[in-house]
C-alpha cells in the first residue's frame, strides 16, 4: 500500500491519530452529564437497598438479565420498566442493580435521571447519547467500538450538537455495526439501566408531568436500536408512572416491556420495618444510654403505618433522628407529637410534618422542600 510512498513515517501516523482520538475523547467528554452516571459525587447520599431490602424485586429483575427460561412467554423481551410511586425505592433498587451488573461484568452503561442534578431539564436530556456512549468505550466485551466512536467524533465534531437520533446512528449504532466479532448472544446479559426516566426533560421547578416531549425522544432511540441488530443491549427502565413513557412502549408490539410495580405483593411494609429495626438499633449503639427496647415496637409499627409503603418516608425519619441538633430521643418524640396535627394544610406522604423534617434534614438537598414535599416528591 505505501510501497511508493517516500519519506513515511509510521510512527510519526501513529502519534498524530492517537493525539486526534485524545481530542475526541476530551471532545465526548465534556458532554458527559457527570450526575447521571453510577456513583456520581453529583448526587450525594445516593441511596442503596438496605440489606435484606426489596430481594423479591431484586430476584425478579435478576430473572428478566438471565432471561429465566421457567417463564418462557413473559421474560424474553428486551425492556423491562419497574413502576412505582414517589419514594418507593426505585433509584434504591436501580442503584443496588446496576452495582451488581457491574460486579458481574453486565452494566453496559447507566443514566440517572434526577431533579436535583444541577443541569437544566433539556441540557441533561441532549447528553443522554453521549453519556452513554463515553461508558461503552470503557465497555471491555466490545473490542474496537472505543476507536469507532472516537473516529466518529474526530471526523466530525459537530455531531455532539445533533439530534439524539443522529448521535444514536453515529456515536453508537455505526461503529456497533462495524464490531462484527462480537455476536448479539453473547452480550445478551448486558443491560442499559435508565432511572427516573419521568424526570426527564423537568426541571426542578416544574410540576410532575411535564416533559413529556423529551421522554418520548429518548425511549424513541432507544427503541429503535433495540430493533438493530448490531445492537447486543436490553433496557431496564424506572419510573413513576406516566402516560408517555407507557403510551411509547405499548406501540411496537414486539418490544412491548416486561412490567414490574413496586406495590404491595412485594411486601413493602415488611422492608420498611426491617430498616427502621436495624437502623435504631445503630443509632442506640452510638448512644449507649439508650435504653435496649428504644423506641419500641409499637412505635415501629406506628412508623410502619405512617409510611404509607414509602420507603423514603422511613429513611427522612432516620436522618431526622441522627440530626446533630438535637437527641435522637428528642427528634423522634418531636416526630411522634406532630403527628396529631389535625387538618394538615399540605397532605403529603410523610404526614403533617413532614416539612418539619425536610427542613431540618440533609437527606433530600433540593429547593424549597415543602413545596415539593406538598406536590409529592419525586
Known sequence: MFNKAHNFNIEQINIEVSGHLEGALRDLHRKVAGSALLN???????ARCHPRTHVAVQQDIFRFVNRDHDIPDRWPKQILWLIGPAGSGK?????????????????AAAFFFSSSSGIPGRAITNRFV????????????LPGVKKRILFSIAKNPAILEMTLKEQMEVLILQPLRKCHRVPRDALS???ILV????????????????GGAD????????LGALKVPAFPFRLVIASRPDPVIQYTLTVPPELSSVEILLDHKYNPDADIRLFLVSRFEQIRQKYPHLPSSWPGEAIIEILVRNASQQMIYAATIIHFVVSPSNH?????DIILNRRHVANPPNPNPFGPFGCTILKN?????????????AQGLP
Open 189 to 191: 446479559k448486558q443491560m
Open 195 to 210: 432511572d427516573g426516566l419521568d424526570e426527564c426533560g423537568r426541571p426542578s421547578s416544574e410540576s410532575y408531568g411535564s
Open 40 to 46: 456520581s459525587n453529583e448526587r450525594p447520599g445516593t
Open 91 to 107: 433509584t434504591a433498587i436501580m442503584n443496588t442493580i446496576a452495582e451488581e451488573l457491574k460486579s458481574q461484568g453486565n452494566l
Open 328 to 332: 435522637p430521643r428528642a427528634q423522634l
Open 215 to 222: 421522554r418520548e425522544a429518548i425511549l424513541g432511540i432507544l
Open 130 to 141: 453521549s453519556t452513554l456512549a463515553y461508558q461503552l468505550i470503557q465497555h471491555k466485551g
Open 361 to 373: 434534614s440533609q437527606f433530600l438537598s433540593r429547593p424549597n422542600p415543602c413545596h415539593q414535599v
